[in-house]
């Protein structure tokens, strides 16, 4: 530092000739003598080393040489590069310190084009290997591997020797980027051959390549992780980094036993090796080996550093232990009591997320407000809690309050938009997130598309799948599984399918999104027989992948095959739950099987819950059990009062019956508890453009031209057979009324303007947030005959692709109105019959070569609407084509047809 020093004011000597030399190296002396103050950086150094630069400026003296650098480096380290820049361009020939001290400043604050353009203006005269080395961790530290690489080739071709510095930093850019064996092999037969193999810091980051691209999806083999235990079984000098690296790549590989057998290696194990123990069990949720080895280090007398307060703690909040992360809070608090220890940003957050997780969200925001130093991984642990607890709106409060935020800050608030049910405000966040210079993550991506699904936004969701691509996401399973449910839920099974297959590796979320997938779409045989793939491939079911399962059974009718897989969940060892019990109640009351239901109910380990009593009342309706329907309802407005669809459910069902006195009396109720019906409405995506109608619209500024198109569609439909169904508005208003009631639903509307605004051929995907009307069923399928367009529907409980005037939910799956209103009429019908002690129905149908006669008991015969057409139901078979005769004296009727 003298020698520096000196040097420094022989050449201000040189270069000051206004001073006298006696007060030259006065000066000179006594700037160096402060500079030297200014050493470890501080916010006191930034502003005394800005005070002696102004001195210097005032006093005539100009710096130069070593003063420069040193001023360069001061205001690097303070993070005041104007400063630093300004300085530097006033050297006509900066040396190699100064080059490296501005290139490493820039790289540290993210600006890898400044300092690249520094790197790339020095000449190679003066570059070294310190210079390169500061542009390789630069690259590494915004994790732009491929950079480093391109640069470490660079530096080899002009002809500079990389240390092993340089090796370090290479092998810790190639990691970001190798996926394949023959990367880690040609570099390590690099460092072989530079003799720099004898490094800790070079084999450190070998082993921790190798372990890294053993878990890639392009390497098939385990001999890359076998490299890497050979180097570190093979090293003398093992540092802490070795020991927890090797652990941690083990961890990676899903080799637990392997972790477990290098960490018993060592018979006196630093806190670091412990820590990398733990993390490895929580990482994979075995939350008692993890607890066990905590008690292992205070049996030991192990000395926790806040990497183990903040396993110990992640441990409690993700197990729900919060008594046992209470204790460990109040450790923490006596300790630093007793030792004056302060608390860590990492152990605080750790503390914010353990409350919050434990629905103790005040008490983790106490301890946010008390943090001495609020960084932005304490304002994303506040953020988290608060969307984890619900709480959305104070979530946007704190989000827009963060003063710098992250990758990870994004990525939750998108995620938290997402979640609930604000999709539009997602993916404007999410071009905000770009716009401010934030390059996505497969986690952003997940939300991103999960977004879409809930909107139904297709064509969003194939720019960003797109994107996805283009940017290399397409292996991250959060992404793919995304993208399944995304094509799942907006109309194309056949996309997802066709990602699915294609996926290198899936894990259970991608069986469930698959199945699930098919299940909303009525494939019930493609979903069971997905299941059964899952199970030969060795992937086991979890409650979802069962409740997926029952789902699609119930979408497609399939009984038997619903109740087998409920009786298989106790094989797999999952208990069924409230939500599967739900599930089989409603395959077996549409199905017609209430008895079945019934002693479902009553053997159940609880006490049947809103979502059982929704499921009864569902096949209730379907099938005209009025008193039981009534029951249902009546328990579901108890458990759920402000439930707007119960109230009308039961006022439809009165209605229906004729009993208008209890339908004023529910409407009556519902006023008085302050309930409000959900309003009615379906949207289109036109034109990345999402178009919402509702019944009656008049707010669309197109509607007009809507309303035109479907009158004129009316007659062209009643030709083909189509006539409106006004038993749909059970309103005492004239005929005339009622069909015009029936044209102003809001799926009609948007139907009729995807037919006026898209592309001819093209696909018409409308959503409907609540059920689609049984009129608008029957009348979207003759559109879609009409104009032959294949037309599909996302109602409230599944999809229906309606095409060549058939949907594919065979009718099965229509809204429960018309079947209430079969009901009271088939209940007169019946009453007839029975008047005269004769009711005979008789059926033929052939099935094969086989003609087969079935006598019917019990039936429900629909009333004819106005095209002739009725229906029949009987033990679970839909009979559609039925030609009704009466015969007198007995009014005996006779029934043909086919089952639906």
Known sequence: MRNAARQAINFVFAHNTSFPKVELRALADRYTAQLQLCCPPSSFSHSYAQIIHAQMIISGFSPRGHFLGRLIDIYCQSNNLSYARHLFDKIPQPDVVATTTMVSAYCSVGKLKEARRIFDETPLCIRDVVCYNAMITGYNHNDDGAATVELFKEMLGNGFRPDHFTFSGVLSG???????????????????????????????????????????????????????????????????????????????????????????LRSEKPVAVWNAMISGYLHHALYPEALGLFRRMINEGIQFDEYTYTNILSLCGDSGLFSQGKEIHACILRKEEKWGLEFSSSVNNALITLYSRCEKIREARHIFEEMPVKVTVSWNAILSGYVNAGHISDAIHFFHKIPEKNLLTWAVMIAAYAQSGLGEESLKLLNQMRLEGFQPCDYTFAAAVTACSNLGALDQGRQLHALVIRLGFEPSLSTTNALITMYGRCGIVEAAHLIFKTLPSVDSISWNAMIAAFGQHGHGCQALQLFE????????????????????????????????????????????Q??????????????????????????????????????????????????????????????????????????????????????????????DMGVKKEPACSWIDVENKVHIFFVDDTSHPEVQAVYAYLEKLGPRL????YAPDTMYVLHDVESEQ???????????????????????????????????????????????KLVQRQIVVRDGKRFHHFKNGECSCGDFWVDHLEAMTSFSVAIIIIRRITKTSLVEF????????????????????????????????????????????????GWKLGAEGVPV
């Open 578 to 671: 409230d939500d599967h019990y739900a599930r089989l109640v409603d395959l077996f009351c549409r199905a017609g099987k209430f008895s079945d239901a019934r002693q479902l109910i009553e053997k159940m380990p609880f006490e049947p819950d809103a979502p059982m009593w929704e499921a009864l009342l569902s096949g209730c309706r379907l099938h005209g059990k009025l008193d039981i329907g009534i029951e249902a309802a009546e328990r579901l407005l108890h458990l759920v009062p402000q439930h707007d669809g119960t109230y009308i459910l039961l006022s439809n069902m009165y209605a229906a019956a004729g009993k208008w006195d209890d339908v004023t009396r529910v409407r009556k109720l519902m006023r």
């Open 738 to 784: 009622k069909e015009y009631s029936l044209s102003t639903h809001s799926e009609k509307l948007a139907v009729a303007y995807g037919l006026l605004r898209l592309p001819i051929g093209a696909t018409v995907r409308v959503f409907k947030n609540l059920r689609i009307c049984g009129d608008c069923h029957n009348a979207i399928k003759y559109i879609s």
């Open 533 to 576: 793939q899952m199970l030969e491939v060795g992937i086991k079911p979890d409650r979802i992948t069962f409740l997926n399962i029952l789902t699609a059974c119930s979408h497609a009718g399939l009984v038997d095959e619903g109740s087998r897989y409920f009786n298989l969940m106790h094989s797999y060892g999952v208990s069924p």
């Open 842 to 889: 008789s059926s033929s149908w052939s099935v094969g070569t086989q003609d087969i006669q079935v006598e019917l008991r019990p039936v429900q015969l629909a009333y004819p609407n106005e095209s002739g057409q009725v229906k029949l139901q009987t033990n679970g078979i839909t009979w559609n084509q039925f030609s009704i005769q009466a015969h007198q004296p």
């Open 174 to 264: 190639l990691s970001l980027v190798a996926d394949y064996e023959r990367d880690c092999n040609q570099l390590h037969c690099a460092i072989v051959k530079s003799g720099m193999g004898c490094f800790t810091s070079v084999l450190n980051a070998l082993i921790f390549l190798y372990v890294k691209c053993a878990c890639s999806l392009f390497v098939e083999s385990s001999s890359l992780l076998d490299v890497g235990r050979e180097l570190f079984d093979g090293m003398r000098e093992k540092d802490e980094l070795t020991w927890t690296t090797m652990i941690a790549g083990y961890v990676r590989n899903d080799d637990l036993v392997s972790a477990q057998q290098v960490f018993d």
């Open 718 to 721: 009643r030709e083909l057979g």
